[in-house]
């Protein structure tokens, strides 16, 4: 491999981004392919700007690339098999394929041994009524494909809904797939999958890594906060609700049977319920992940250098928490980077991009010796953003 390696990123969102920001220490460059020519990527790298699904600049984008690897994962399937054929793509195609579909997902995980949610495939109307059924109610009803931060479900609570929520994501297809190649025609149903509503006393991810050499390394489990579907709030170690080291084996165990399925290389996170003793698989993303920024300060190696250690077979990082290490998601719109950079001990990361209603424009990271010191740090970072962690936040 010719020094310093080059990395072809697919996306160049704040992943990206980050993903550059932590290679350039490590003398690594990036080009970046992306369909958007203000991807924030582009102020760290080489954007190359094409569409997914009919590329006509891929030879500009591959010249002197040494590997190519994703920052989101709905790149199209067929655009990264034309790429691995060739260079190596990290991680493989199988792995971007099961990740694109929650079905393929769910049979996977419980192929494995993994729970999940009840889980049954929906493609019409009729099968709905009968996956209902056969799950009860209440229930979750998601699009397989391209949904993301909570976008493209409904949850069903009364018979009443049924109808409803099948006529409703079937609308929302449409505006999940601009842009993607209408894969589902207007008259070809979406394929939706019904899950069991689950009510889980935390929400909690495994980022596990894999060298290309087979090595393995997970961080600890982070507990995660959602508010209407989109992370809010993340913690290492986990609060009290979660025994944390109670169920970091059990995590390990079902993330490292996951990257052995896939033959997996680079950075993998799974998103999982916590349900009396149980973990119950929800779903997993094949890249770095949001739930993991608090690496960024509170481990000697970051998520995003941990994945480039992995694509380049380097050995990989420590992965301990050096603390108490929370993270906050900066939602637009809300006050500029300023004021957060008030709140004490705060680590600032923005990322430049235009604030929209509900579109993640930073975040904060903090780091404490006690989790009270933790919580503190927390309460002062909402008061910034005006509002209280919710009940559910504490
Ligand atoms: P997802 O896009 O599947 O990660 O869903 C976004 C969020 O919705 C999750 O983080 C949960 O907070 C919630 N959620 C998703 N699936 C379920 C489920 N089956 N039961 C209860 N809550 C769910």
């Avoid at 199209?76 to 034309?82: D, S, W």
């Avoid at 976008?151 to 929302?172: C, I, M, N, S, Y």
């Avoid at 290490?325 to 637009?332: K, T």
Wanted: neutral net charge; contains cysteine; glycine residues 10%.
């Amino acid at each position: 491999m010719s020094t310093p390696a080059v990395i072809g990123v697919l996306g160049a969102g704040q992943l990206g981004r980050m993903l550059a920001m932590a290679g350039h220490r490590l003398g690594l460059r990036f080009r970046f392919l992306d369909e958007t020519p203000d991807a924030v990527a582009g102020h760290v790298g080489e954007l190359v700007i094409d569409s997914f699904t009919q590329p006509a600049r891929l030879g500009e984008f591959l010249r002197g690339v040494d590997l190519v690897t994703y920052e989101f994962e709905n790149v199209p399937v067929q655009l990264a098999e034309t790429l691995a054929r060739r260079v190596k793509v990290y991680p493989g195609v199988t792995a971007l394929a099961t990740s694109q579909d929650r079905l393929s997902e769910k049979t996977m995980f419980a192929e494995l041994g993994i729970g999940t949610p009840p889980f049954a495939k929906v493609d019409s109307l009729e099968e709905l009524r009968t996956a209902v059924a056969k799950i009860g109610l209440p229930a979750v009803l998601k699009t397989r494909r391209l949904g993301y931060d909570g976008k493209g479900q409904a949850v069903l609570r009364a018979p009443a809904d049924v109808d409803a929520a099948w006529h409703a994501l079937q609308g929302t297809q449409q505006g999940l797939e601009r842009g993607e190649g209408a894969e589902a025609s207007s008259k070809q149903a979406v394929p939706l999958i019904l899950e069991g509503f689950v009510n889980f006393q935390a929400e909690v991810s495994i980022l596990a890594a894999r060298s290309t050499t087979g090595q393995v390394a997970f961080y600890p489990l982070t507990e995660n906060v959602h508010e209407g579907g989109i992370l809010r709030i993340s913690r290492c170690p986990a609060s009290k609700r979660v025994d944390g080291a109670k169920f970091q084996e059990r995590a390990e165990q079902l993330a490292e049977a996951v990257l052995k399925r896939l033959d997996y290389v680079g950075l993998l996170a799974i998103e999982l319920f916590v349900v009396g003793d149980d973990l119950l698989a929800n779903e997993m993303a094949p890249r770095v992940h949001n739930s993991g920024h608090w690496t960024m300060d509170g481990s000697r190696t970051s998520q995003f250098e941990q994945h480039l250690r992995a694509i380049m077979g380097w050995p990989l990082g420590a992965t301990q928490a050096l603390g108490f290490a929370g993270m906050v998601n900066l939602i637009g719109p809300g006050p500029e980077l300023p004021a957060f950079a008030s709140v004490p001990g705060a680590r600032v990361h923005w990322y430049a991009k235009q604030p929209r209603p509900g579109r993640k424009v930073g975040h904060i990271n903090l780091l404490e010796r006690t989790q009270a010191d933790l919580e503190a740090g927390l309460v002062s970072t909402f008061r910034m953003l005006e509002q209280r962690p919710n009940r559910s936040a504490h």
